[in-house]
């Protein structure tokens, strides 16, 4: 029974101690990296370049 007892108090503070590490972790260490979004539409091709003006300037 004692033995018994023993075991149950070290699940006890085991489980205990991987939710200190938990806590620990999410106020300590730095939040990950934003993922680079992903395309998942596929966006409008770029404009085209505006062509000069074609034939004779106008005169003044």
Known sequence: MLLEAASR???VLALAEEADLAVL???YDPAPAPRPASKTAPS?????PVPPPAGPKPGR
């Open 25 to 27: 972790r999410d106020e």
């Open 44 to 48: 409008l091709p770029p404009a085209p």
């Open 9 to 11: 108090s070290l699940s």
